[in-house]
């Protein structure tokens, strides 16, 4: 009985301050969440559009083709969801802090499920063999952004650089949508 009534005078008061005020107005998230959501949509859009005019009759897809497809719109599902995250946080009894922490842990396992299915589908493979030239320079040239990306969201989930946690949350965005981009120049100039 003691331990509830000690939860219960630290929950509690936290709850009180929440119920009628919603949002907690101290957790500045940044405006571009929205637009960045925006383009990520409308970058998948797009795809779908030019793979329909462009597709060959009764042609499977290239694995080049599939891995570029996958790529825009698992990068576009994840900064529509991602850009959700520290909004929907905010409603919780959390300070601003945790708020973008819990953000950050939410991005790391995006990446974590992001580099599984490059594993699962033999993104490497498909890199190595199929994807050439300039497409293959910038392909490679994201990879070690994508490693910097999470071990700067592990470390800062772990609760080091606390001053970095709303940089690094839009970096990762960011970083989301040049894939897609990549993905999507790709499809469209290097057409076979």
Do not use: K
Not at 105 to 128: D, P
Not at 140 to 168: D, E, H, K, N, S
Not at 174 to 189: A, E, P, T
């Amino acid at each position: 009985m003691p331990a509830a009534r000690v939860i219960g005078g630290i929950i509690g008061p936290a709850i009180q301050r929440e119920r009628g005020r919603g949002r907690d107005p101290t957790l500045d998230i940044p405006s571009d969440f929205p637009m960045m959501a925006q383009m990520a949509i409308t970058l998948a859009g797009f795809t779908a559009l030019v793979d329909a005019a462009q597709r060959r009759d009764g042609q499977p897809l290239t694995l080049r083709e599939r891995l570029h497809l996958g790529l825009i719109v698992q990068s576009a599902a994840f900064v529509v969801a991602l850009g959700f995250v520290p909004g929907m946080l905010a409603h919780l009894p959390l300070t601003p802090e945790r708020v973008w922490r819990l953000s950050i842990v939410a991005m790391a396992v995006a990446h974590c499920i992001s580099w599984a299915y490059g594993w699962n589908t033999r993104m490497f493979t498909v890199l190595r063999a199929e994807v050439r030239g300039w497409e293959r320079f910038v392909g490679l040239l994201t990879l070690p952004f994508g490693v910097l990306a999470v071990v700067a969201q592990v470390a800062i989930a772990c609760g080091y650089f606390p001053g970095y946690t709303v940089f690094v949350y839009e970096a990762g965005l960011l970083l989301y949508l040049l894939v897609g981009l990549y993905s999507f120049v790709s499809l469209l100039l290097n057409r076979r």
